[in-house]
C-alpha cells in the first residue's frame, strides 16, 4: 500500500533523521550530495554545514535547494520525504549559535537512536574562531511532501 504522508508525519521522518540527500544547482546542472543535517523546529529551518567548494558555489548561485530524507526497510517498506526550501548563508554569531544547535541536536540523535558516544562533534567547538570554521548555513522550508509503502 502507497499513500502521502501527513505533515506531522513528515516533520517526523526529517526531525528524526539527520543524514540526507542535499540537491542544487550549479552552472545549470542539478547535483545531489549526501549531507549530514539537523532539523530547528522553532526555525522551521535545515541547519547545515560545509567548507567552501562547489556546493555552497552552486547554492550561492542560485538559492533554490531540495532535501530528500529516506527510511528505507525493503524494496516495499520505505518512508520517503522532499523538502523544498531556500538556501540562507549565515555568519558570526547567528552562525555560531545555529552550529551549537546543529552540534547538539545531532549528537542527542546519535546517542538515542543509535545508541552510540560521538566525539566528532566536540571538533567543531574548537573550530568557532578560526579560519577553518565551516559556512554554515539553513535551508528555510517552503514546502515538505513525502509518501510512504507498507508491505
Known amino acids: 500500500m502507497r499513500r502521502p ?3 506531522t508525519e513528515n516533520l517526523r521522518l ?3 533523521n539527520y543524514i540526507g540527500n542535499l540537491a542544487y544547482i550549479s552552472q545549470n ?3 545531489v550530495v549526501p ?3 539537523f532539523y530547528n523546529k522553532e526555525k522551521n529551518a535545515i541547519i547545515g554545514y560545509s567548507a567552501m567548494g562547489h556546493k555552497i558555489r552552486g547554492m550561492r548561485e542560485n538559492r533554490d535547494v531540495s532535501l530528500l ?3 528505507v526497510n525493503s524494496v516495499s517498506s520505505w518512508k520517503s520525504i522532499l523538502v523544498h526550501g531556500t538556501y540562507e548563508e549565515l555568519s558570526n554569531s547567528e552562525a555560531k549559535a545555529q552550529m551549537h544547535t546543529f552540534s547538539l541536536g545531532v549528537k542527542h540523535l546519535v546517542v538515542n537512536n543509535e545508541f552510540r558516544t560521538v566525539d566528532f562533534i566536540e571538533e567543531f567547538s574548537s573550530k568557532i574562531d578560526t579560519a577553518d570554521y565551516p ?3 539553513l535551508i528555510n522550508i517552503d514546502e515538505v511532501t513525502g509518501r510512504i509503502r507498507t508491505e
Do not use: H
Open 5 to 7: 504522508l501527513k505533515d
Open 14 to 16: 526529517l526531525a528524526d
Open 29 to 31: 546542472k542539478p547535483f
Open 35 to 37: 549531507i549530514t543535517y
Open 69 to 71: 530524507v529516506t527510511d
Open 135 to 137: 559556512i554554515v548555513f
